[in-house]
């Protein structure tokens, strides 16, 4: 059963730092890319950011995050990480990891119906 977990959400103030894990299990992480997503409330769930483990970790993120976040993934650990930095109010959302079996391309095209699997949400409030 391919199960996706994240963790590491929670109240940070507006510059803070927090890093968000998700634990894959169920399939071979090595090939597959694990993309992050949120959702604010009222608003579209929307890309964040991806790392595509076959695809030599090429990192994608949007726009609004480059600069501030930067993804990583522990092949050992089945973990993908999202290290957030110089958080602000407008990053407030829940954080669902996913897994994409099309190496990123739902967070590349805006497409979020190319995502297979998605784990349960995580929660970053951040405080201005």
């Not at 930067?70 to 957030?84: P, R």
């Amino acid at each position: 059963e391919v199960q996706l977990q994240a963790s590491g959400g929670g109240l940070v103030q507006s510059g803070g730092s927090l890093r968000l894990s998700c634990v894959a299990s169920g399939f071979t992480f090595d090939d597959y890319a694990v993309a992050w997503f949120r959702q604010a409330p009222g608003k579209e769930r929307e890309g964040v950011s991806c790392i595509s483990v076959p695809d030599d970790s090429s990192k994608y993120y949007t726009d609004s995050v480059r600069g501030r976040f930067a993804i990583s993934a522990d092949s050992f650990k089945n973990t993908v990480y999202l290290q957030m930095n110089s958080l602000k109010p407008e990053d407030t959302a829940v954080y669902y990891c996913a897994r994409d079996p099309y190496q990123c391309e739902a967070v590349v095209t805006g497409t979020n119906s190319w995502i297979d699997y998605w784990g349960e949400g995580t929660l970053v409030t951040v405080s201005s």
